[in-house]
């Protein structure tokens, strides 16, 4: 499987993100974005569980020194909730059941909303 995907909104059929980090192993996924200092535009991942699930796909900001964006999707691709994270909140919980949990700019979070879907594409090589 690829380490890397583009992110497409289905409704505007644009990429919103051009290369999102696929973490679906432990480590990959505890690590995020922890002790790193800044995010760029262009940084993103997706953190992917196996089903729907709302604790399974809560994340933490320890450790995270900066703000990010936060959209949870459930399995048929549809937006079930997004927030700006602040760095060093113990946790957050999506408002419905959720299989990936994309981490990117906050900027980019305009360009969502709950009920949007949201589809992964192999990256452009």
């Known amino acids: 499987m690829r380490t890397y ?22 480590g990959s996924k505890l690590r995020g ?27 933490h900001m320890l450790f995270v020194f900066f703000d ?3 959209i949870w999707i459930n399995e048929a691709g549809e937006v079930v909730d997004a927030v700006v994270a602040k760095p060093w909140r113990p946790s957050y919980v999506p408002q419905a059941p959720a299989c990936y949990v994309i981490e990117l700019h906050p900027s980019l979070l305009g360009q969502v909303q709950v009920g949007d879907h949201l589809q992964f594409l192999d990256e452009e090589v």
Do not use: M, P, Y
Request: proline share 0%.
């Open 68 to 70: 990010l964006g936060v």
């Open 33 to 59: 974005f922890t002790f790193r200092r800044s995010l760029s535009l262009d940084d993103g991942l997706v953190l992917v569980e196996k089903s729907d699930n709302r604790f399974n796909t809560a994340i």
């Open 5 to 26: 995907r583009q992110l497409w909104h289905v409704e505007n059929g644009r990429v919103l993100l051009k290369r999102l980090k696929w973490c679906d192993s432990f």
